[in-house]
């Protein structure tokens, strides 16, 4: 809800002045077209200077987010996620009130997002590690797709929020979702509970207790087997920190690298979130641009690709579940993705339904496999059976993908500032090979799903024989 407004308010920092009638106080000679812009985004490099901007945040994070894991295996979750939550509502709102103290000074924004962009780091790594250390792998990807619709409802206000003042004081557009964030940060702090021990329940079991025969043909195998052997699955998270001596040492920065299938859903995901985040930045821009809309209504509009994320998180999360196979359900929505978008970008702006339609069916195929990597298969690496019952690594591991992703989080926003003004067509090229690149680097796990499908439906068959 906090990232979202800058997408909304970046048609009203830099607009076609001759639409609008110059205010009676107005202080700007006739023949000023940029009257109505907000300094210094009134210049024509202003489409550069607002990628910066984006930048700033998306750098700072994907920088901060591989330190913020190791930190979060280290210190008390509640404590850390109040902290950067109203941390991170205190410099949303103060690049808000860089409308109502007249700052003109670029340095100003891009500072007030990198720490912005550091401080929202405590976040990811800390709330997957709650919600993994409360739910095991049996239906973790349908819990964790529902509970990550939370990300595009996040949006969807944002959007919503911004879009009230965001013609008028665009600056209350940052300072009430700021304000709602530090609210919920001490709500956070009141009334989370990060090990289902610290309240008698019965932590779960992170594997199943059926894969032993297929770790024997593929111990590595992330299809049907990694994580699943009869020992581990005794194996319970790290008590809580009432018995300090009973938890498990953290696991090190190149131990979670060495978990199998941590390198290349990360790669994965850093084209994936370079394509979803370009998305998030720069749609109501595009639709604002191309269909013509006013700054509020290309907003809302944008929502709806939240709308088909929340979708395609579930679905992912369901499919995934169902079949045993987190690559494959990736790959093949990343598959689909690719022409979508060409077709959105040709045909999604011949009418109202057709956009409407469009956006939905892209949002569920671009943020399916982004939200499936960062929510269920990073819960599954960081308590992977190599790790032995050491929940630990989860922050860690979380923090790694994530982190990952977030550098084509940093990256998609930039090259689009910079493709845009070559025309919006070779935006969308860009999108579709960074797709494409994103289901090759799953093709390796995706034959090990198959192999491991494969193994199983023979033995299956060995069963029904005898």
């Known amino acids: 809800m906090s990232r979202k407004p800058i997408s909304v308010v970046k048609s009203r920092l830099h607009q076609n002045c001759s639409e609008l009638i110059k205010p009676i106080n107005d202080s700007h000679s006739l023949n000023d077209t940029t009257w109505c812009d907000w300094a210094p985004f009134d210049k024509n490099n202003y489409k550069e200077l607002l990628g910066a901007v984006d930048n700033a945040f998306l750098v700072a994070y994907a920088i901060g987010m591989f330190i913020s894991g190791i930190f979060g295996e280290r210190l008390p979750l509640r404590y850390y996620l109040s902290a950067g939550m109203l941390l991170s509502g205190l410099f949303t709102s103060l690049f808000g009130l860089g409308y109502f103290w007249n700052i003109h000074m670029l340095w100003y924004f ?43 409802v996040g949006n969807i206000l944002g959007s919503l929020i911004a879009g009230i003042w965001v013609n008028e ?201 982004y939200a499936l990597i960062t929510t269920a298969v990073s819960a599954d690496l960081g308590t992977h059976q190599s790790l032995k019952g050491n929940a630990k690594a989860l922050s860690t591991v979380t923090a790694i993908i994530d982190g990952t992703g977030s550098i084509g989080a940093a990256l998609g926003p930039l090259l689009a500032g910079l493709i845009s003004p070559t025309g919006w067509n070779n935006v969308f090229y860009m999108l579709i090979s960074a797709d494409i690149l994103a289901c090759l680097l799953l093709c390796r796990l995706v034959y090990k799903e198959i192999l491991a499908w494969k193994s199983s439906l023979g033995r299956d068959r060995g069963y029904k024989e005898i």
């Open 110 to 152: 891009v500072l007030i997002q990198i720490c912005n962009g550091l401080v929202q780091t405590t976040g990811w790594p800390s709330v997957v590690t709650c919600v993994g250390n409360w739910f095991g792998k049996g239906k973790r990807g349908l819990i964790m797709g529902i509970w990550n619709s939370h990300t595009s």
């Open 169 to 369: 004081q665009w600056g209350l557009s940052f300072v009430v979702p700021g304000i709602i964030t530090a609210a919920m940060g001490v709500i956070t702090f009141l009334f989370l509970i990060e090990y289902p021990e610290d309240v008698d329940c019965t932590p779960p079991q992170h594997h199943t207790s059926d894969g032993l025969e297929e770790n024997q043909h593929n111990p590595e195998d992330l299809g049907s087997g990694p994580y699943t052997n009869k020992e581990s699955s005794l194996e319970t998270p790290a008590r809580c920190s009432k018995e300090p001596s009973a938890q498990p040492a953290a696991i090190s920065f190149l131990g979670a690298l060495r978990i199998p299938g941590v390198v290349e859903f990360s790669l994965c995901l850093l084209f994936a979130k370079l394509v979803s985040y370009t998305f998030l930045y720069w749609l109501p821009l595009y639709i604002f641009n191309v269909a013509h809309f006013n700054a509020k209504q290309a907003g809302d509009l944008s929502t709806l690709f939240d709308v088909g994320g929340i979708i395609g998180g579930i679905m992912a999360g369901l499919i995934s579940d169902y079949t045993n196979g987190r690559a494959t359900t990736c790959c093949i929505m990343l598959i689909l993705a690719a022409p979508m978008m060409f077709l959105y970008n040709f045909i999604g702006q011949s009418g109202i339904i057709n956009s409407i339609v469009m956006l939905i069916i892209c949002g569920a195929l671009v943020n399916g496999p």
